[in-house]
């Protein structure tokens, strides 16, 4: 039978009946709903909330919504209080405290409401868009614990589904939620660099290491000055000798934005010889071209500037690009030729 059907029986004929007889036909229909049968819950959820229902059998209705045992019963009827927002059903869904397993999006409003926070916490990346979009539901609970419930994500791939989406598009919102919950991404290293920079929790991703130099460096290229500034902090304290060379071959071999500030601070140092004395070479290079440009602009603010000097500090300023490239395919040759 559907639906209707059974409004009709309820209508038409369970109600002329005596209440003995009407009981005993009551309870057959509510046995048939708590194991699945989705039509006479529909019926029974009318019932509930229908005034003109015998109050014996809205009891029976509402005893029977509460026992429910099978997942398709359970979610119609959770589809049903979703829609109505009734509070009937509002008290027969926080009693028996269920929740759907699909949609998801059901499946949050669910928790939340009967605030079993845990079962969605640990879902997977589809959860996130459910949670961002319960925030804004009509019930004040229900978008408080949604807040509530981004910011106890268990899942590593559903965290890195969050901080992935951070990292792509870059919106403030996400951003806060990443920064107050201190989410660090698993994967991949690249993510799980940015995050852990962004965060303030260094310690998730061992920048001590030889490995991580290299995505430490990229950091620096990132828009975000909280992460630049990071990568300068964590790039000062390495204390391991393999990821110092390893910073010292990249530097040599690429631009480095940070290298002005190392070479001032004077934290690094090859322990190898040949290599030292090829690391002090360009730092005397960038120190010459930092020391032309000054005298550059202090000639051209001073009042009588010395012609000579103005025009020597150009003609180097000009030439230094190219002194620059020579020390950095002579450091490029010298390392390929002393890994052989």
Known sequence: ????????????????????????????????????????????????????????????????LSRLKEYPAIDVFCSLWERQRNPLLERLLLGRRYVVKQPMELRVLTALKV?????????????????????????????????????????????????????????????????QSRYVAESPPELRMLTALKVGRPEEIAVDHPEMIDLLIDAY?????????EADSQMSQLSNSEA???????????????????????KYEPENESRRALFYFMIAGWLLNVALVLLYYTQTLNSEPDRDATVGAMLLISIFPWLHVSIWAAAQIYLIMSDD
Not at 145 to 164: G, I, K, Q, Y
Not at 252 to 266: A, N, Q, R, S, T
Request: aromatic residues 4%.
């Open 244 to 266: 110092a060379d390893t910073f010292y071959n990249h530097i040599m071999i690429h631009d480095y934005p940070g290298l002005p500030k190392v070479v001032l601070d004077g």
């Open 221 to 229: 290229d990132d828009e975000d000055p909280e992460i630049v500034k």
């Open 115 to 179: 605030r079993k926070l845990k079962e969605i916490c640990s879902d997977g990346p589809e959860v996130i868009d459910a949670l961002l979009n319960a925030r804004g539901d009509r019930d004040e609970k229900i978008a408080q614990r949604a807040e509530e419930a981004l910011h106890r994500l268990t899942n590593p791939a559903t965290v890195d589904a969050l901080c992935a989406r951070w990292e792509r598009d870059r919106d403030p919102e996400m951003e806060r939620i990443l920064t």
């Open 1 to 64: 039978m559907e639906e209707m059907e059974y409004r009709e029986l309820i209508h038409s004929r369970i109600l002329l009946l005596d209440k003995r007889t009407r009981r005993m036909m009551m309870e057959g229909l509510a046995e048939a709903a708590i194991y699945g049968d989705v039509d006479i819950v529909k019926v029974f959820v009318w019932a509930v909330t229908e005034k003109s229902v015998a109050p014996d059998v809205q009891a029976i209705a509402r005893n029977t």
